[in-house]
Nanobody, 115 residues
Framework: QVQLVESGGGLAQPGGSLRLSCAAS????????MSWYRQAPGKERELVAG???????SYADSVKARFTISRDNTKNTVYLQMNSLKAEDTAVYYC?????????WGQGTQVTVSS
């Protein structure tokens, strides 16, 4: 019954914006750290952004100043606002929840940045 359901992916032009959402259910969302990972074809999955249960954020250098992670504990949802998109941002984006041994992955959502 644990679910992490991503939405908001799709096609964007270089310089454009997308907002990803991850709706969580089946676990205590508010005490989990939440992260966004991405994986491009032929590449390893990489950490893009993270937010702790208390709201501390961190970002990969490649997305710093362009992406913003946030969470709404009343909605059990984590967001990734992606601005100034580049072709290199093209990947499947995954939502991840972590607390001790209680860790869960979403199914992923495709983001394609192309003109």
């Amino acid at each position: 019954q644990v679910q992490l359901v991503e939405s908001g992916g799709g096609l964007a032009q270089p310089g454009g914006s997308l907002r990803l959402s991850c709706a969580a259910s089946g676990f205590t969302f508010r005490i989990h750290s939440m992260s966004w990972y991405r994986q491009a074809p032929g590449k390893e999955r990489e950490l893009v952004a993270g937010i702790t249960s208390t709201g501390t954020t961190s970002y990969a250098d490649s997305v710093k100043a362009r992406f913003t992670i946030s969470r709404d504990n009343t909605k059990n949802t984590v967001y990734l606002q992606m601005n100034s998109l580049k072709a290199e941002d093209t990947a499947v984006y995954y939502c991840y929840a972590a607390r001790g041994f209680s860790n869960f992955w979403g199914q992923g959502t495709q983001v394609t940045v192309s003109s």
